[in-house]
């Protein structure tokens, strides 16, 4: 069965795009001090936000190919359509990243050519100067494109793969099969270096005094959870929708699952972090939850407690995780927790105490590209048949009962 791209499927994300830009405009003419940082700044958190969540459905697919699971092999053309929005996703992500470089903003203060000059003292930082070798433009510009070309290349490769996998049978099927899990795994290999290399340029670079060995991993887990979110919603859409007739309960159940499992990885990261930080007291290291705690502390402990306490309470038992409105209800908590953690991650950071609180910019911002963003995915869907038709696993995904 194919999906069927409806007039109120295309109208919808397109009133949400217009509502979104009109809230943003509203925003930026409102009362901040640098008008320009702070919209490149919420700009940037909400392409990082939803760029992540494609990249973090992209892995969990790719695991699947590599362990071999069987039960996912129906609901496998969702996770394609989530990462489809990879290319777009990096537009703007790379939009920020090139402004950034022009001197547009200065959300990362080592681009500033000024901080290395020791004849200008006033914008010198000898703690930039000393990681020079690693944060300079051209050599940031290189792991930046090679990342990006990779995922992207992944991305479009196991798309492609897996709809010429449709059109074989028997001997053929099964060498595509391997063939898909040899490429399955270089790419969690160029993940598991990637995944932190872009969370340190992209993220911990903004409060460049500061660092921490686990961030990649707590980027990672938030990336994670997001994109397994995102999916178990859509496939309960597109239940409600009649299609995905042979998805059935314990599918569901096994992606309720994931939300839960993985909710609590990403919690064990952040506290691990935070306890470890809090522990030493060292202070260039503890600078960073120090302005977050005493000028944010509803938005650091009130994400914390959406991303840890409620999938924890609300998701524990059988029957929540086989509910749809309930897990649809829940999932969509947890992702707009998940969006405040990426939004903490980098208007802080970015803005100094000129940022105050959550403002219309930045949901101006989230509900345009979150209308982008379903605009993409829902075409995506609608150029496959949303079951694949051929596949070593498709039998036991069919029988799947837990």
């Not at 930082?125 to 990342?147: C, E, G, Q």
């Not at 991305?155 to 449709?166: E, P, Q, V």
């Amino acid at each position: 069965m194919n999906f069927t791209l409806s007039k109120r499927a295309r109208t919808i994300p397109l009133v949400l795009i217009i509502i979104g830009l009109v809230m943003a405009v509203i925003g930026f003419t409102g009362d901040h001090t640098d008008h320009k940082q702070y919209t490149w700044a919420a700009f940037y958190a909400n392409a990082l936000f939803f760029f992540f969540i494609a990249l973090g459905t992209l892995f969990f697919y790719v695991v699947n190919h590599v362990t071999e699971t069987g039960w996912t092999i129906l609901v496998k053309r969702v996770y394609e359509a989530i990462a489809a929005y990879l290319p777009w996703g990096a537009l703007a992500v790379l939009l920020v990243l090139v402004a950034g470089s022009a001197g547009l903003h200065h959300i990362w203060p080592w681009m500033d050519t000024r901080t290395l000059d020791t004849a200008d003292p006033l914008h010198y930082d000898a703690h930039i100067a000393l990681l020079s070798p690693y944060l300079n433009k051209p050599f940031f510009w290189i792991r930046t494109i090679l990342i990006m070309a990779t995922f992207i290349f992944f991305a479009r490769w196991f798309r492609a793969h897996s709809l010429r996998m449709d059109q074989e049978t028997g001997e053929a099927l099964i060498r595509s099969h391997w063939k898909n899990y040899r490429r399955s795994v270089v790419f969690i290999l160029l993940f598991a270096f990637f995944s932190s290399v872009l969370a340190w340029d992209w993220i911990m670079s903004i409060d460049v005094h500061w660092k921490s060995a686990l961030f990649g991993w707590y980027v990672f887990g938030g990336m994670w959870v997001s994109g397994m979110i995102t999916a178990v919603i859509l496939v309960l859409y597109l239940k409600g929708k009649g299609y995905l007739p042979q998805v059935n309960s314990s599918h569901i159940q096994d992606m309720g699952k994931w939300v839960f499992a993985v909710s609590f990885l990403w919690s064990y990261l952040y506290f691990e972090q935070f306890l470890l930080i809090w522990y030493s007291n060292i202070p260039e290291e503890s600078s960073y939850y120090m302005v977050r705690i005493a000028h944010h502390p509803w938005l650091i402990w009130g994400m914390f407690f959406i991303n840890f306490a409620l999938p924890m309470v609300l998701l524990m038992s059988r029957d929540s995780k086989r509910t749809p409105r309930y897990l649809i209800g829940v999932g969509v908590l947890i992702f707009i927790g998940h969006w405040l953690d990426t939004v903490q991650m980098i208007m802080p950071g970015s803005l100094g105490p000129h940022f105050e609180h959550i403002g219309i910019l930045e949901v101006g911002f989230f509900v345009a590209f979150l209308g982008i963003f379903i605009r993409l995915v829902l075409s995506a869907l609608a150029k496959a048949p949303l079951t694949v038709v051929a596949h070593p696993f498709l039998e036991e995904s069919v029988h799947h009962h837990i």
